[in-house]
C-alpha cells in the first residue's frame, strides 16, 4: 500500500473510546491523503472528527457515506480491517457471544496466523512486555496497554496504526509514560502510515511529518460575533 485517500462527508457519530468513553465525533465534508512511511498529526478539538478518522481508517466503524480509496481503489470494511489498526482497543473471540481475551492469547492468535514471529518470546523482547501481565486484557493495562496493543496489531501485519484523539495531557502520558513513540522509526520505515489525532499542532512537533489541521466550521465559530449574542448581550 503506498497511498490511502479519506473523503468524509457530514456524520455524526457516537464512539467508545479506549477509556470506554462514549463521545459524539463530527465530520464535514473533506479530503484527507495519507501516504506510506509518515506519521501524520490529526489537529482538532474533541469531537471535530479525529476519532471518527481513526475509527474509519481502522475498520472500527462501518463507511456510512465515506469513500475511502486504497492505491485508487474504493476500499470496503473487510479492506480496512485487514489494513488498519486502532492501538488500545480490547480484542475478543467467539462469533455469536463475543468475550474479551487476554494480550497473550490475542498474540498466539496472531502469531500463528500471520507467521511475523517464531513464539511469543519474540514479541515479548521485541516490545519490552511484561511476560508477568500478558494474562491481562487490554482493559486490565496500564500505560503498558498501547505497547502491548502495537505489538499484537504489528504481529498482524497491519499497515495503518490509528490512534485515538487525545488532549495534552493525555497525548503526552500516553506516548511518554508508555513508551509507544519508540517503535514508530521501526513502523516507518516499514512503510506503515501512523495517525495522531490531537487538540493542538504544537504536541505533534518533531513526532509527525506532517500536522494536518481538521478546520471544521462548526469549531470555528465564535460567540461575539454571533448576530444573536450581538443583538442581546
Not at 513464539?119 to 521485541?126: C, G, I, P, S
Request: proline share 2%; aromatic share 12%.
Amino acid at each position: 500500500m503506498e497511498e490511502i485517500k479519506l473523503i468524509t462527508k457530514q456524520r455524526v457519530e457516537r464512539i467508545k473510546n479506549p477509556f470506554n468513553e462514549l463521545q459524539d465525533d463530527y465530520t464535514m465534508e473533506k479530503l484527507f491523503c495519507f501516504k506510506r512511511g509518515m506519521i501524520y498529526g490529526i489537529i482538532g478539538e474533541q469531537g471535530e472528527g479525529g476519532e471518527l478518522i481513526s475509527s474509519l481508517l481502522s475498520g472500527r466503524i462501518p463507511i456510512v457515506n465515506e469513500e475511502i480509496y486504497c492505491d485508487g481503489k474504493l476500499a470496503d470494511n473487510v479492506v480496512l480491517k485487514q489494513l488498519g489498526w486502532y492501538v488500545g482497543k480490547s480484542e475478543y473471540c467467539g462469533r455469536i457471544v463475543k468475550k474479551q481475551i487476554s494480550v497473550e492469547k490475542a498474540l498466539l492468535h496472531a502469531i500463528k496466523k500471520y507467521k511475523r514471529y517464531q513464539n511469543l518470546n519474540e514479541v515479548v523482547e521485541e516490545f519490552h512486555l511484561s511476560p508477568d501481565k500478558l494474562h491481562n486484557k487490554i482493559t486490565k493495562y496500564s500505560g503498558e496497554k498501547w505497547r502491548a496493543s502495537l505489538a499484537i496489531g504489528y504481529a498482524s501485519r497491519k499497515e495503518i496504526y490509528c490512534f485515538s484523539w487525545m488532549n495534552t495531557a493525555c497525548f503526552n502520558s500516553i506516548l511518554l509514560s508508555s513508551g509507544v513513540f519508540r517503535f514508530f522509526k521501526k513502523l516507518k520505515e516499514e512503510g506503515a502510515i501512523i495517525l495522531l489525532p490531537t487538540s493542538r499542532r504544537e504536541n505533534v512537533i518533531g513526532l509527525a511529518d506532517e500536522a494536518i489541521e481538521i478546520n471544521n466550521p462548526q469549531y470555528k465559530s465564535i460567540i461575539s460575533e454571533n448576530e444573536y449574542f450581538i443583538k442581546n448581550f
